[in-house]
């Protein structure tokens, strides 16, 4: 099981980059997507998650609004769309699978989560 993120970069505050997951040896299709960042010296933190079969999405309330989630079931990949990025932004984002029916309470949950991708960096200028 491999998870491959990509398209993070360098970007002014107010622009925009497009996240992508791409997973191979599993099947997307009953997993929850989720993507998380970690900050030098803070902790990982829940960033927004899609279930796949339903396509529900979840945000934290730092990118509601400016951030999307998607999934390709063609592609067995998630994606997230971030518009409006801010410094505070900044961090290294990776995207994880879950392989067990998360409750709403649990998404957000780091340890629920089976599969880890290596992370990308993301980097906002001020």
């Known amino acids: 099981v491999q998870l491959q993120a990509s398209g993070g970069g360098l970007v002014q505050a107010g622009g925009s980059l497009r996240l992508s997951c791409a997973a191979s040896?599993?099947?997307?299709?009953?997993?929850?997507a989720g993507w998380f960042r970690q900050a030098p010296g803070k902790e990982r933190e829940f960033v927004a998650a899609?279930?796949?079969?339903?396509?529900?999405?979840f945000y934290a309330n730092s990118v509601k609004g400016r951030f999307t989630v998607s999934r390709d079931n063609a592609r067995s990949s998630t994606y997230l769309q971030m518009n409006s990025l801010k410094p505070e932004d900044t961090a290294v984002y990776s995207c994880?699978?879950?392989?067990?029916?998360?409750?709403?309470?649990?998404?957000?949950?780091?340890?629920?989560?089976?599969?880890w991708g290596q992370g990308t960096l993301v980097t906002v200028s001020s």
């Open positions: 994880a699978l879950s392989e067990t029916r998360l409750i709403a309470s649990e998404i957000g949950t780091p340890a629920r989560y089976n599969y």
């Open positions: 899609v279930r796949w079969n339903s396509g529900d999405r």
């Open positions: 040896g599993l099947s997307f299709s009953r997993y929850v």
